[in-house]
């Protein structure tokens, strides 16, 4: 029998005979304290079941439950033991597809009509639980892939033997199976020692979903289910979902009448409302007014262009698939516009340039239109018609480590303004394939390395991912749940000034090509207003909310009263409404708080008698009455706060 060696990294290697199980070894190195927590096992750095016999020299790292390895082999052997329990409960009128386990949680794809739903998901949880309870032991083993197919296909698994055929093209010989109780999945792994190991899952939604994600494929019943190490943080998790439900931009958009997509106008398609339609505009009230300070000049421009222009920009060749069939008018082409940034090179050339002017900035809320499929359209998140809050940057090489510092300090200035504090920072570098010389490549990247740096911001950086035409920035911003959305891009781009033969006279008196810079810091404000909704839950800070206060009378003796304060505060600039209908104080106050109104100034004849307004606010507080001017003051304290 051979001998190999075992060793923890940094501590000295044991010699054992070839053969033993990943488990054993652990026993060999480990006391049982420091191993209880291994789930599986990194074996010279790859992810290892413990029951894997090793038979060459081993580096053996652990892999505990509650780590982010850990958890993701506890979920994907949850969606084994939910397909079992599938097939258990449902035998042959199902088929298994694919069960990965994603953020948060797993899913399975089934087969089978009609279709799973949640009245389900009771049924399926306790068998999951039954198989649990039973402590069924997950087995490996290979399978030559000829002898898979035939295994698979005599099954009726048809799925299974879709994704054989693609490893056999691949050239695989032998695949692997794993196996718990009757139940075999074609797998990688690895998997849990056992099926005691799944301690606290949960079934969570079913949705259609196409088999490869194409929609000519049959439609499959994707289950959802979440499983962690610890029951804690199941049940953190699950009051997460709770919370995100009631916070549902879709559900609170139509409560506060913020917006509407209707069938008629097409999806995709936002209407807002007069609530959402104030909101957007104090957004970019406020967008226009902090560009304005740091030295940003605003552009409008139209929303289609003539289809050459695209074909210059080359928007036609690398994102034509994005774009809307053309318009003819007066028989030349014409499209809609997926982005702002060609238009602002016609601005640009449109003049002659100097040095001396540089840095050139320009901003837009430009409205892009890009097509999305049908099934991937989601609320203000993922909508066809959109607009940017984009700029463009045109300045010399070595102005852009300071403008992109300026761009990043601005950035964050406005994120916090929409109280986003917590934020993850990616830089993207360049890709395989690129335009542009590495000299240009270098000088960017180590500007933005640079005024990140200075600017103290940690991040992270995400080799090869760039775009096609230059390194650049992402901002993903965390809201109040602590779920992530990316906002904010910074983009160098070397390839449109090129495209446009943009120049700009240098101090030497010769004709130089500008650097360009796009950037976005909310991305789209369809989008990032569907995240201040759920980051806020609607309850939006005094400064941004559509109503800021509404009037409610006691009784109708004091109705003339109060349209003269509503009359007085409108005139102050306070965004007021009033409720004089004869119905009883608390219904009213009731309605208020459920528009998430920050301020209710509530008049009986006392008020009336005294010139004054009893102020409330949407937590119940009261505030000592006031005159409708010191309310008013307040209001333009308040608001000067939040956007200071
Ligand atoms: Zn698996
Ligand atoms: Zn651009």
Request: some cysteine; charged content about 30%.
């Amino acid at each position: 029998m051979t001998d190999i060696s075992i060793s923890i990294p940094g501590e000295e290697a044991k010699t054992v005979a070839a053969g033993i199980t990943a488990q054993e070894a652990l026993k060999e190195l480990l006391s049982k304290k420091q191993r209880k927590q291994a789930i599986a096992v990194l074996c010279n750095g790859e992810a290892t079941d413990l029951s894997a016999t090793l038979q060459a020299d081993t580096v053996l790292e652990l892999i505990p439950a509650d780590s982010d390895e850990g958890v993701h082999i506890l979920r994907h052997s949850t969606a084994h033991i939910m397909a079992q329990a599938v097939k258990e409960l449902f035998g042959q009128d199902v088929k298994v597809a694919i069960g990965p386990s994603i953020e948060d949680g797993y899913y399975y794809d089934f087969d089978r009509d009609p279709a799973f739903n949640p009245d389900d998901f009771v049924a399926i949880e306790e068998r999951m639980a039954e198989i649990v309870k039973a402590r069924l032991p997950f087995e490996r083993r290979m399978m030559p892939i000829a002898e898979a197919l035939a295994f698979f296909a005599d099954q009726g698994e048809s799925y299974k033997v879709e994704l054989l055929k693609d490893l056999e093209t691949k050239g695989e010989e032998s695949v692997s199976l794993y196996q718990q109780g009757a139940f075999i999945d074609l797998c990688r792994g690895p998997h849990i020692p056992d099926t005691s190991w799944l301690k606290s899952f949960k079934l969570l939604r079913v949705a259609g979903s196409y088999w490869r994600g194409d929609e000519r494929n049959p439609m499959l019943t994707r289950i959802y289910g979440t499983a962690f190490s610890d029951k804690k943080d199941l049940k953190k998790y699950l009051n997460r979902i709770e919370e995100a439900k009631k916070r549902d931009h879709r559900k609170l958009g139509k409560e506060l009448a913020l917006f509407t997509i209707q069938d008629e106008v097409g999806p995709g398609l936002i209407l807002w409302q007069p609530r959402g339609a104030m909101l957007r505009k104090l957004i970019e009230d406020y967008w226009k007014d902090a560009h304005y300070k740091n030295g940003y000049e605003l552009l409008y421009t139209p929303h289609i262009a003539r289809q050459d222009l695209w074909k210059t920009s080359g928007h036609l060749d690398f994102y034509g698939e994005n774009m809307y069939s053309a318009i003819e008018i007066d028989e030349v082409a014409y499209q809609l516009k997926p982005m702002n940034c060609p238009f602002h090179i016609g601005v640009y050339n449109a003049t002659k340039h100097s040095y001396r002017e540089f840095p050139v900035r320009w901003c837009e809320l430009g409205t892009v239109y890009r097509y999305e499929r049908t099934g991937a359209l989601h609320g203000l998140m993922r909508v066809r018609g959109f607009t940017q809050d984009d700029a463009h940057i045109f300045c010399r090489p070595a102005q852009l480590e300071e403008e992109i510092f300026n761009i990043i300090d601005l950035n964050l200035q406005v994120l916090k303004t929409f109280g986003f504090t917590d934020y993850d920072v990616y830089l993207s570098t360049r890709p395989e394939k690129y335009v542009g010389s590495d000299e240009h490549w270098d000088l960017s990247t180590k500007a933005l390395q640079g005024a990140m740096e200075k600017k103290g911001l940690a991040y992270e950086v995400d080799p090869g991912e760039g775009v096609f035409y230059g390194p650049k920035i992402d901002i993903k911003i965390k809201d109040q749940l602590g779920r992530s959305w990316q906002c904010s891009t910074i983009q160098v781009d070397f390839n449109l000034p090129e495209r446009f033969g943009m120049t700009y006279t240098g101090q030497d008196g010769a004709e130089h090509q500008p650097i360009m810079i796009h950037r976005a810091l909310m991305g789209s404000l369809e989008r990032f207003i569907g995240v201040l909704i759920e980051h806020y839950a609607g309850a939006f800070p005094l400064w941004m909310a559509p109503e800021q206060a509404r009037i409610l009378n006691i009784t109708d003796a004091q109705a003339d009263y109060c349209s003269g304060i509503y009359s007085e505060l409108r005139q102050a600039g306070v965004r007021v409404e009033q409720d004089l209908r004869n119905e009883k104080l608390n219904y009213k106050i009731r309605e208020a708080q459920m528009m998430k109104t920050p301020y209710m100034l509530i008049i009986g004849d006392r008020e009336m008698e005294e010139g004054t307004v009893t102020v409330r606010k949407r937590n119940g507080d009261n505030l000592p009455p006031m005159t409708p001017q010191e309310f008013a003051d307040l209001v333009r304290k308040e608001c000067e706060q939040g956007t200071a």
